[in-house]
């Protein structure tokens, strides 16, 4: 009788308890059972090496292909309490929490990280020496991360505690960090000083609106430290200078649609504050007055002497920045969100950054927040996701309007394929636009439909099976209504002309706008509503497909120029084919998954390539993380090209002459968002560096790179290539290295 092997049983035992916990079964609980015996026998003895023996067997299980993000925390979090109880066990602790995902809400990842920060304490502290240096650097890239979280949700004395710390420990525990964490020391500083000077003056104004001196300085407070000239609105009633309101006007005007006139009126103002402005209040105010510069030599209705005058203040301030002790605070890239498409007028993304408190965030403009009710946020393989669950989940957009053309496109996986029962499905909007899944007839089942002149043309997504994930889009160009799955057109069907018919439901998503206890079962990860009918080469865009040759889509990158000193070989080095992810992995979890390499929460990558003197990097990739990072060499050097850093606004060389990506010369205002797929390209060449996003030159720094340093600690090998990724998580498409002047070498 043969039996099976002990690995056989916990791989199978492992793969039952993954099935458990995806039916939402608490992973402590399933941990419990599958490891609750042994910790019991390993806690019963005197001696604490069969403890550390049962975190290594723990840690080993957790690497399982079957394990869930959920499941791993609940392992790696047991493991590393059972080796901490002895210092030999300490290299395994460290290791668990590496392993350790730092995922869920913003106070669940508080929560871990405050377990796994007295946990490196007490190893850098108490260790044995060989476990302090990796301990020291682990704590402090996490107390940073930690700060970094505390910042973006304006928690700053939080903030100024963990930086506080950081500070302390660096000296010792990171010397090469410790420029980087004083600087994000004073900038938190700095905010938890407005911040009570803000509360002060509100304050002051509660007891008495007629207090106009306090109402105009909270507004320029507001305005010149905060960059937040919509809560400076609130107070205008009781300022009197009438100057300061039209400043306050001016930066509540989507930037599109700012004039020259009126971009040159805000960047003198912005220059004339900034004669009294002091510190890092005198770096935010000179940075919005470069940026509105900017905005001037945009403009094509600028003439030529505004023009001339902008690019010398411009050139004039990038000068008084780069000389300043203190690092300034860089202004978002507009006061007012841009929009990247003024057609688009509901843009969702179902993550934890997005969603608060029951609040989806519309990204596309001011209104038409959702309301969520239940739901369940999930990682998907096209990016973060929300599961409704078929009971009682569903999405309320608050839209109502009537449009006479308009475009929606969604990811999506139905629980099931399409059935024949009552009528529910991801979108609806009774009497404008539906979105069976689910029909008791077959002509609207798993089907678009639009009302209009008491007609309801339907037009077809093709087969639809449940578990699966489709890029689903339609349109209505005011004559025939259109259906696309995955980028390709399927089906078409000409209707009466005209606008839908008016409706009183909100279009809501994963029920029925009418019936709205009629609930669908499946996940979306993001949903946008256009007013007018996109083309089918805009869509093939949004689901992500290359269009044939010779039409270039928003997404393809461009061709390669010419070099500094030749051009880019014609060949590329598929660098996504040579990596082991065991072997390449730095820290955090890291993944190949369907051809792309996904990389999770304080991930650190090595790509085992030494390129040469010059060459081209082109990595497509899409993150709902706060900021990913390519790690490059020029010769010895390395240093890092980061993208939606700081609330996912600038894109910047990280740390020249010491400063970090948001206060150098290579600070660039390049708004990007989650779930989209981007394409960028760099160029290292001997005298400069140039970077390209989707094809368009965002950044062309000259330099001999000997000011350029890297500041992370991060241990890749020596001369390779590397990625990073802050937050959340970042599935890399494609990444390819193109030689230009000698030849690489590929790491074995």
Known sequence: MRHASPIGLIAATLLFASFLTARGEDAAQVVSALFGEKIKKVEATATRSDDVALAAEMLEASRGETVTPAMRAAICEKASELAMRDTAGFATAIEAMKLWPIEGSAAEQAVIG?????????????????????????????????????????????????????????????????????????????????????????????????????????????????QDAKAAEAYLDAAKDEALKKIVALLNKPADDLSATEAMTLAEWFMAAGKTAQGLTLG??????????????????????????????????????????????????????????????????????????????????????????????????????????????????????????????????????????????????????????HHPLDDYRGKVATFINKEIPAAGFGKLEGKRWYHLAATYDGKTLRAYSDGKLQGETKGPGGSFSRTNQTMTLGCHSARRELKWGGSLSEFRLYNSALSDEEIKTLAGIKPVAGKQAQRNISASGASSTGKPSDKSIDLLKIIDIEKNKVAGRWEMK???????????????????????????????????????????????????????????????????????????????????????????????????????????????????????????????????????????????????????????
């Open 284 to 437: 935010s105010v000179l940075s919005q007055a470069k940026a509105h510069y900017e905005q001037v030599l945009a403009r094509s209705e600028a003439d030529n002497l505004s023009k001339t005058k902008a690019s010398l203040q411009v050139k004039d301030i990038a000068a008084k920045l780069e000389k300043m002790e203190a690092p300034p605070v860089v202004v978002r890239a507009e006061t007012v969100p841009r929009r990247e498409d003024k057609r688009l007028q509901i843009h969702y993304l179902f993550d934890s950054v997005n969603v608060t408190n029951s609040t989806i965030k519309n990204l596309a403009a001011e209104k038409w927040n959702g309301k969520l009710t239940g739901g369940k946020f999930s990682t998907s393989e096209v990016g973060p996701a929300m599961v409704f669950d078929g009971i009682d989940n569903f999405v309320d957009t608050g839209f109502g309007e009537q449009l006479a053309t308009w475009t929606f496109a969604l990811w999506v996986m139905g629980d099931e394929e399409p059935r024949s029962q009552l009528a529910t499905g991801p979108l609806y909007s009774e009497g404008a636009i539906t979105f069976s899944w």
């Open 114 to 226: 405050d377990k796994q920060s007295d946990l490196l304490t007490r190893i850098f502290q108490t260790g044995k020496p060989a476990d302090r240096p990796t301990a020291g650097a682990m704590l402090i890239d996490l107390l940073v991360r930690s700060g970094e979280a505390k910042l973006e949700a304006n928690q700053f004395a939080d903030a100024v505690a963990i930086f506080r710390k950081a500070s302390t420990l660096a000296p010792r525990a990171k010397p090469d960090a410790v420029a980087a964490v004083k600087s994000r020391l004073e900038l938190a500083t700095y905010r938890e000083r407005t911040g009570r000077q803000i509360e002060q003056l509100r304050g002051k104004l509660l007891e008495s609106r007629a207090d106009t001196a306090s109402a105009e300085a909270l507004i320029k407070l507001l305005i010149l430290d905060q």
């Open 594 to 748: 369907d051809g792309k390499l996904i990389g999770y929460a304080g991930g650190v990558f090595e790509i085992p390539y030494i390129p040469p003197a010059e060459y081209d990097v082109t990595i497509e990739f899409d993150s709902d993380s706060t900021l990913v990072a390519l790690a490059l060499t020029k010769g010895e050097q390395r240093f890092w090209w980061g993208m939606k850093g700081w609330s996912h606004t600038l894109c910047g060389i990280r740390w020249i002459d010491g400063a970090d990506m948001n206060s150098n010369p290579t600070t660039t205002n390049f708004p990007m968002s989650n779930g989209t797929r981007y394409s960028c390209e760099v160029r290292v060449r001997n005298d400069k560096f140039t970077a390209l996003i989707d094809g368009k030159t965002i950044l062309d720094y000259k330099t001999n790179y000997k000011n350029i340093e890297d500041q992370t600690g991060y241990r890749i090998g020596p001369g390779m290539l590397g990625l990073f990724v802050n937050k959340h998580s970042m599935s890399v498409f494609k990444l390819e290295v193109k030689e230009v002047t000698g030849r690489g070498k590929v790491v074995k």
